[in-house]
């Protein structure tokens, strides 16, 4: 469980990414995405309490539906089947770290106005990347709490080879950005700076990697690059 300012800090990186993504996203169904993110680190998770959760997104997607805003099955089905499953999916060796960036990415993605086509995929991609570092980054801190079993990647991968393939990943966000989503540019240039610089402060022995201000930089960068 995260303390309460992590918790505040979270959610409204929440919103605010989601707002910067897609020019067109509803402000109100942004801040509802904020405040999802903030309730469900706030409070203890537990087989029962991811109940009351799921509870509490079927009531808000049934609002959603009477006021004619649909999210795509798409998005909708493997986002609910990740929120029931998670628990146990967890548990599973080696699949926590993309388990929470697919949960992140399809998120982000249920804000955005149009969904389908090949740049809808292609920026879905970028975005599964980015919360891949920053899943793997939070799994740096947890890496002697979390059970061996779950075989994260710092648990696995000594750190002088997990550190490169960080800062490899975050030069090819660059590049892809750059490609594929250009007005994310100036966004990733600042998540770019600030987990490189990051990572060479923690070069040799990382007590905690904390990459997660680099996502509110991103997100300030994407606003800052629209028109």
Not at 31 to 58: H, T
Request: net charge positive; proline share 7%; charged share 10%.
């Amino acid at each position: 469980m995260q303390s309460k300012i992590e918790a505040v800090f979270l959610g409204f990186t929440a919103f605010l990414l989601a707002y910067s993504l897609d020019r067109m996203s509803e402000l109100w169904y942004c801040m509802a995405i904020g405040f999802s993110v903030f309730v469900y680190y706030v409070f203890p998770r537990s087989p029962k309490s991811i109940w009351i959760y799921i509870g509490l997104a079927i009531i808000f997607f049934i609002i959603l539906r009477l006021n004619h805003f649909e999210i795509p099955l798409l998005v909708l089905f493997p986002l609910l089947l990740l929120s029931i499953f998670y628990p146990w999916l967890r548990s599973i060796p080696n699949i926590k770290t993309p388990i929470i960036a697919l949960s992140w990415t399809l998120i982000m993605i249920s804000a955005w106005n149009e969904t389908g086509g090949s740049l809808w995929i292609l920026k879905a991609a970028v975005l599964f990347l980015l919360f891949m570092v920053l899943a793997i980054s939070s799994d740096v801190k947890d890496r002697h709490v979390d059970p061996p079993s779950l075989g994260t990647l710092p648990q696995i991968i000594p750190w002088s080879v997990l550190r490169w393939m960080l800062l490899g990943i975050v030069f090819l966000l660059g590049a892809l950005t750059q490609l594929w989503v250009p007005h994310w540019s100036l966004g990733m240039a600042f998540f770019g700076l600030f987990s490189s610089f990051m990572l060479f402060k923690n070069w040799k022995h990382p007590l905690r990697l904390p990459l997660d201000p680099g996502l509110l930089l991103f997100a300030l960068g994407n606003l800052l690059d629209q028109p």
